[in-house]
């Protein structure tokens, strides 16, 4: 049950951004082709289809490596994850050219909120998947 | 290539690549995957948790503007 440790960390990381992934994309899908909705969405897809899953994965196996040393519950860990998506997808729009309607006006409670969110389902979910995969 | 050669090749190549003896696998893993989840019963969620998850909720109602922002992000 020992075998591979951090490529079952990974698999458990990916496992929530990639389901969110579906319901994601189709809603923007649904939303540009359906009603025209006028965003090029399009150009900033490859940041939640592609980074996103892969640092919750590489997150995931940060913990395994740090949890020994730092003793850092996995909800704290994964709240702290946001700090680093969020000027990263920031970056991105930024780089291509992108702007989500009032962005500046809800980025305080957008951060407080994914710190919660990315609390609770570390916390809850990402924790079960660990057990279930026989790392945590 | 001749047609010869081509057909040596392609003998070499069948014979080098071992074919899989056993293509499907010998039993079903699923309920030995759903053993494992009852063996990991869902943690109890704490009362501050669910107060966080209806402020969340509340969030998103205020700011319906933060859902799609929330998408991008997860």
Same mark, same amino acid.
């Given at each position: &049950?020992?075998?591979?440790?951090?490529?079952?960390?990974? &698999?458990?990381?990916?496992?929530?951004?990639?389901?969110?992934?579906?319901?994601?994309?189709?809603?923007?899908?649904?939303?540009?082709?359906?009603?025209?909705?006028?965003?090029?969405?399009?150009?900033?897809?490859?940041?939640? &289809?592609?980074?996103?899953?892969?640092?919750?994965?590489? /997150?995931? &196996?940060?913990?395994?490596?740090?949890?020994?040393?730092?003793?850092?519950?996995?909800? /704290?860990?994964?709240?702290?994850?946001?700090?680093?998506?969020?000027?990263?997808?920031?970056?991105?729009?930024?780089?291509?050219?992108?702007?989500?309607?009032?962005?500046?006006?809800?980025?305080?409670?957008?951060?407080?909120?994914?710190?919660?969110?990315?609390?609770?389902?570390?916390?809850?979910?990402?924790?079960?998947?660990?057990?279930?995969?026989?790392?945590? | 290539?001749?047609?010869?050669?081509?057909?040596?090749?392609?003998?070499?190549?069948?014979?080098?690549?071992?074919?899989?003896?056993?293509?499907?696998?010998?039993?079903?893993?699923?309920?030995?995957?759903?053993?494992?989840?009852?063996?990991?019963?869902?943690?109890?969620?704490?009362?501050?948790?669910?107060?966080?998850?209806?402020?969340?909720?509340?969030?998103?109602?205020?700011?319906?503007?933060?859902?799609?922002?929330?998408?991008?992000?997860?």
């Amino acid at each position: &049950m020992n075998r591979h440790p951090y490529l079952r960390a990974y &698999m458990a990381g990916i496992f929530v951004p990639t389901l969110v992934v579906l319901v994601g994309v189709a809603v923007f899908s649904i939303a540009r082709y359906a009603y025209n909705f006028p965003a090029p969405i399009e150009r900033v897809m490859i940041f939640p &289809m592609a980074v996103v899953p892969n640092l919750w994965g590489l /997150w995931n &196996m940060l913990f395994l490596v740090s949890h020994s040393k730092t003793h850092l519950s996995i909800g /704290w860990h994964g709240a702290l994850l946001p700090l680093l998506l969020g000027p990263l997808g920031l970056l991105l729009m930024h780089a291509l050219d992108f702007q989500i309607p009032q962005f500046l006006s809800i980025l305080p409670v957008l951060g407080v909120v994914a710190l919660a969110a990315y609390y609770l389902v570390w916390k809850y979910v990402v924790s079960f998947l660990n057990g279930v995969l026989g790392i945590a | 290539m001749s047609d010869l050669n081509e057909k040596e090749m392609r003998e070499l190549l069948k014979r080098s690549v071992d074919p899989s003896e056993k293509p499907e696998l010998e039993r079903d893993l699923w309920p030995q995957m759903l053993q494992r989840i009852d063996r990991h019963p869902a943690t109890p969620v704490a009362w501050f948790d669910w107060a966080l998850a209806a402020l969340l909720g509340a969030a998103c109602l205020l700011f319906p503007g933060i859902i799609p922002a929330l998408l991008y992000h997860f």
